[in-house]
């Protein structure tokens, strides 16, 4: 056992070795716990812009998932889940102990996005249980796990992945239905191997990733078939013991955390280029223990986690979004990196927004406020501002501006007679195609409107 775990066990009395991950991402940011230090860090995927993001007032956090749909990083401790959002604010409680002579020692922790749940690993008990996200309608998954400590979660397949570290039979690789049920042993590490430092899944390619450590103390990391089948050592020989992985698919990058060096590490996924992202010397950085990557959502511009009308007005901003305002790589407007900011970029955020927001959907130009609806009140909201000529600053989403082109005129119109529903709600749906009655009532209206306006010298 590393000796950070095992000053941890002294200090807790029942600690026993963890890990878990189960993030895949196309980009985004690292998450983890700093276990002795009692805080949590995070930075971008290269290591850049270290920064602490909760200092004070938890416990000793272990193990770590992120919901970056939901905005919010969960957390295990000793006697408790936690979760905030992912910039460190609103810590609450998820699940504590009820009874002081019951220990509630939640340690590999994993957030299932699909079903809005989250799973922990109770070692002392043997169980795996689950929760809605903020806590609600705990139940056991799983009573009859030895020593459960890494999970994994495919939401999408509907499987839960774990592993068993016990003190005498060989560590294994379990994974059943996410109910507990249909349970199959997918690995057996051997009896020189003491411990599984984290689990994570490449759901693209199918492959399972696990670190674990052997008895002279040294860390390797493998892979495998989800199956379990053509397990390899990418990584067998060089490394200090792992606590936890994590993986970026569409980078290319496993991601692990290794305490006892205070370092974290990452490689490509076949185990080469080895290279140290967040180091001893580093913020938050002291010990290392849980470990996230999340997904970028790249619809918050404004930093309060949400997607909302104050970002896609803050896209709008940047200039005439019809004729394409030029920009260098890296922009975070240009959200399909073609070096341009353009209505193309608007298409991409209200994509991206909706799913943030948990819609199957994309927003639609027309919907002002963002509800669901292109209804009367968002045409009334056109009809208020309607300008041909270019207004600055630039009227915003909100207020009728769906092209982006510093104006509210008959394109915007017309964007918003082509999506008029009442509901489109979250559901796939094809968009309705507006009917001749539709178009002729909505310009009867604009035009009769806009008479009115010159009538009365407006």
């Known amino acids: 056992m590393k000796e950070a775990t095992l000053t941890i066990l002294f200090l807790t009395l029942f600690l026993t070795l963890s890990s878990t991950s189960t993030r895949q991402a196309a980009a985004g940011d690292l998450y983890w716990t700093d276990a002795l230090a009692a805080r949590l860090g995070s930075s971008d995927a290269d290591g850049g812009n270290v920064m602490p993001i909760i200092t004070f007032g938890i416990g000793i956090p272990l193990h770590v998932d992120v919901d970056p749909f939901g905005g919010k990083i969960y957390w295990s401790e000793l006697q408790a889940v936690r979760r905030a959002n992912l910039n460190g604010s609103n810590v609450e409680i998820v699940k504590s102990a009820t009874n002081p002579n019951d220990p509630f020692v939640p340690l590999g922790i994993a957030v299932d996005t699909n079903a809005s749940k989250i799973y922990w690993s109770l070692s002392n008990k043997n169980k795996i249980q689950r929760a809605d996200l903020d806590g609600s309608m705990v139940e056991d998954v799983l009573t009859t796990a030895a020593t459960p400590l890494s999970l994994a979660i495919d939401g999408t397949g509907g499987k839960i992945y774990w ?157 005439d979004l019809v004729a394409g305002v030029t920009v260098g790589a890296g922009n975070q407007y240009d959200l399909n990196s073609d070096l341009s900011i353009n209505n193309l970029d608007v298409t991409e955020w209200l994509s991206r927004a909706a799913t943030k927001n948990s819609f199957l959907t994309p927003y639609r130009r027309g919907d002002t406020e963002l509800n669901r609806r292109v209804d009367i009140t968002d045409f009334n909201t056109l009809a208020g501002n309607f300008s041909p000529a270019p207004v600055m600053p630039a009227p915003g989403f909100d207020e009728g501006n769906f092209d982006g082109d510093d104006d509210v005129d008959i394109t915007d119109f017309n964007s918003l007679a082509a999506n008029f529903s009442p509901g489109y709600s979250g559901q796939a749906q094809s968009v309705p195609e507006p009917t001749a009655v539709t178009l002729c009532a909505l310009g009867c209206m604009l035009l009769l409107w806009t008479l009115s306006r010159r009538k009365m010298g407006l």
């Open 163 to 319: 592993s068993e570290e016990k003190d005498v039979i060989d560590v294994v690789i379990r994974r059943g239905n996410l109910d507990g049920t249909g349970v199959e042993t997918l690995l057996t590490l051997g009896s020189d191997v003491v411990g599984v430092g984290g689990l994570a899944l490449d759901l693209t390619n199918q492959t399972l990733y696990w670190g674990q450590t052997s008895t002279a103390d040294t860390g390797s990391l493998w892979r495998s078939n989800l199956n379990g089948t053509s397990p390899s050592a990418i990584i067998s020989n060089g490394l200090d013991e792992i606590e936890e992985i994590a993986l970026d698919v569409v980078g290319g990058k496993v991601y692990w955390t290794q305490p006892d060096l205070a370092e974290i590490q990452r490689a490509n996924l076949n185990g080469s280029m080895i290279e140290t992202v967040v180091t001893t010397g580093a913020v938050a950085a002291s010990t290392p223990f849980g470990l996230a990557f999340s997904i970028a959502i790249a619809c918050d511009f404004t930093g309060d986690t949400n997607c909302d009308l104050a970002d896609i007005n803050s896209i709008l901003a940047q200039g």
